[in-house]
């Protein structure tokens, strides 16, 4: 096995445990039989929307004109357990915060499932951060960034900037456009009907990426998966710009529709030393190219044993 995925190998089972640890954190507790408690809130137009959550929990948000930010949240009461909520001049904050926690108890499941229903106005930047979620985004304009330890998101129709970083990640977006930035551990990322009019990248390390576009990009593209599939559908439209195709020698494989204009073989570095020894060491990659058109932008498919693709 080559040096580079032997390392990605170990780096993805140094995250699996941990996956594990939070979906029995999140599938031992549900105890649908105790009574929810629901709280509602309604804030002026903000800058930012934080959400800090803990468990599982699911999130739905929607984006409006209304000018007015509503937040419904259903939750398990537990006297140990408490959501917080304050509001500033420019931002609202809403973090679910553990009472007395007790360390010595790594298996106590806090904050069993948890829902979160969240209309926004347009033009804000929502900022997530938690252990476990489920998500549906529809119709927002503005700016999401998720850091989470896992993941399924289902987004349509959204406008903006979105960045969502998990160790493991199930993303679906349809008709939608702006800049992309995803990246997971493992995990795969379909996209249908993708206008990309800001600079993005979708990378997974085990997993699929396919990205179907409406229209031919208009800023750089990445899209790369370690041991699966990068796969770009044009639809149909152009293609202009600069075309890169990168795979592991006699590991991955590229599939073009057009002849290269530069065909090489390189070294890159390995980027995760697990010893001593493998400090220096490098890997052979094919990297293909083609132009058609003007230079930019530039799209780049890589992958080290799947497979990197473009179709019409």
């Known amino acids: 096995m080559k040096t580079v995925e032997r390392a990605l190998l170990i780096k993805l089972l140094l995250i699996l445990p941990l996956v594990l640890i939070i979906q029995s954190y999140t599938e031992s507790g549900r105890i649908s039989s105790r009574e929810l408690t629901n709280e509602a809130w309604r804030f002026s137009k903000k800058d930012t929307l934080s959400l800090e959550t803990m468990g599982n929990t699911k999130i739905y948000i929607t984006g409006s004109d209304s ?23 420019r931002a609202v904050y809403l973090k679910a915060n553990i009472l007395n926690y007790n360390p010595h108890k790594p298996t106590q499941t806090y904050f069993e499932e948890s829902t979160l229903e969240i209309t926004v106005p347009h033009g804000m930047y929502i900022r ?34 979105i960045s969502l970083q998990l160790g493991m990640l ?22 249908k009907d993708l206008t990309v009019n800001g600079k993005s990248s ?9 990205i179907s576009l409406a229209r031919e990009p208009e800023a750089d593209l990445y899209v790369g998966s370690s041991f699966n599939k990068a ?42 030393y697990n010893t ?37």
């Open 67 to 89: 000018g007015v930010i509503e937040i419904k949240l259903k939750y398990i009461a537990k006297p140990e357990e408490k959501f917080e909520i304050k509001e500033t001049q």
């Open 128 to 161: 997530c951060s938690g252990s476990s979620g489920e998500f549906q985004v529809n119709g927002l304009i503005g700016v999401l960034k998720v850091v989470y330890g896992q993941g399924r998101f289902s987004i349509k129709n959204v406008e903006g900037s």
């Open 170 to 191: 199930e993303a679906k977006i349809q008709h939608s456009k702006g800049s992309f930035n995803l990246s997971s551990g493992i995990g795969s990322v379909r996209a």
């Open 202 to 210: 979708f990378t997974t390390g085990m997993g699929t990426v396919k």
């Open 231 to 272: 796969q770009v559908n044009f639809n149909g439209h152009p293609l202009t710009g600069c075309f890169e195709f990168i795979a592991m020698v006699d590991g991955g494989r590229i599939i073009s529709p057009f002849k290269f204009d530069i065909e090489e073989i390189y070294l890159d570095d390995i980027k995760n």
């Open 276 to 312: 001593s020894s493998d400090f220096g060491k490098k890997d052979e990659y094919n990297r293909k190219s083609f132009i058609r058109g003007d230079n930019n932008p530039k799209i780049t498919l890589k992958t080290a044993t799947g497979t990197a693709k473009i179709t019409l």
